[in-house]
C-alpha cells in the first residue's frame, strides 16, 4: 500500500488512514488491481444518493503508471457500478493528470470550487442552525438565488456531491451542518476539514449584507472552535465573490481547486 500512496499529496494522502476501515466497510465495493503477485492499483466504490454512486481512491502505484492501468481499473468500476443498478457515478479530483483520465472517459463536470481562505476572528457569535422543519423554506429562498446555479445545482463536500433537494437539506440541517442569517437569505454547508484544523464551507448562498454576515460568522465560529480558520468553497463567477473579499477571504491567482464529475452510466 505505502507504493500506491507515497508520492500522493507530498505524501499526506488520506488512503492510509482509511485503508483498513474501507477493507472492513460493507456498505461499499473496494476493488485492487494486481500484476505478478503486486498490488499496483486500488479504487472503491460507494452509494451516495439513489442510484448515484461515488467513486475514490483511485491510486495506480508510480512504477506502473501511463500503462493504462487506471483507465482500465475505471472501466471494471463503471460497468460493476452499471451492474449493481446504479445509473450515475460521481467523484472529486485535485489532480490534472485523473482530470484528464475521466474528461476523456466521457465524464461531465459538474463543478469546480477554488478555495477562499479566512482567518479565526475573535469577537462575536457563530451563525444560527436552522432546524430540519425548516428545510421546505430555506428550499424555496435557495431556488430563488444564483448561487445554486453556479454550483451546477449541487452540494459537493469532498465526500459526495448530492442534488440540492428538501431532504438532502433536512438531513444537513439534523446534522447540524447548515448556517443561515436573514432568515435564510444567506446559508452556508460546513464541515471540518480534512486534517481536522479548519471550517470548510463547502457551499455558501446570500449576497451583499446578509452573506457578509454570515462570512464574519464562520470566522467567529473558527475561533470558537479553536480552528484556524475557514476554507470556503466557490465556484468563479459565484455572485458573492465581492462579499467574501471584503470579510477577509482571500483566494491565490493560482488556487487550489476540487473538480466535481459525473458520469451517465
Ligand atoms: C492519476 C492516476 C490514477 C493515473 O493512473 P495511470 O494508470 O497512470 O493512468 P493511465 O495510464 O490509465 O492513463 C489514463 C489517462 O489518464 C491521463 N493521464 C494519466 N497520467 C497522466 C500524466 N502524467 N499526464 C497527463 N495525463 C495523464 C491521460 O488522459 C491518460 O490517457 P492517455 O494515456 O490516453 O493519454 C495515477 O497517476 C495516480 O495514481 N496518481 C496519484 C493518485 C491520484 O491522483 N489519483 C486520482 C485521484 S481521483
Known sequence: MASITADVWEGHDYLP?????????????????????????????????????????LRVAS???????????????AAQARGLGFRELRLATANPDAISLFQSAGFRLLVAPRVWRGRRLEGDEPARMPAPGDAGRL???LQQDPAIAAYGGVLANGEWALDLDAELLRRLA???????????????????????????AYFVSGSGA?????????RFEA???????????APDGH????????TGYD???????ISYFALRL
Do not use: C
Open 17 to 57: 488512514r482509511v485503508f483498513d476501515d474501507w477493507l472492513a466497510d460493507p456498505g461499499a465495493w473496494f476493488q485492487a488491481a494486481e500484476l505478478e503477485g503486486e498490488l499496483v492499483g486500488v479504487q472503491r466504490l460507494r452509494p451516495i444518493a439513489a442510484g448515484v454512486a461515488w467513486y475514490e481512491g
Open 63 to 77: 512504477s506502473h503508471r501511463r500503462q493504462g492501468l487506471a483507465r482500465a481499473m475505471l472501466t471494471a468500476a
Open 139 to 141: 428550499l424555496a429562498t
Open 174 to 200: 439534523d446534522e447540524g451542518a447548515l448556517r443561515v442569517t436573514a432568515g435564510g437569505r444567506a446559508l452556508a454547508a460546513v464541515r471540518d476539514s480534512w486534517d481536522g484544523d479548519g471550517l470548510w
Open 210 to 218: 446578509p452573506l457578509q454576515d454570515l462570512l464574519l460568522a464562520l
Open 223 to 233: 475561533d470558537t472552535l479553536g480552528m484556524e480558520g475557514v476554507n470556503l468553497w
Open 239 to 246: 455572485p458573492g465573490e465581492k462579499d467574501f473579499a471584503a
Open 251 to 257: 483566494s491565490e491567482s493560482e488556487p487550489f481547486r
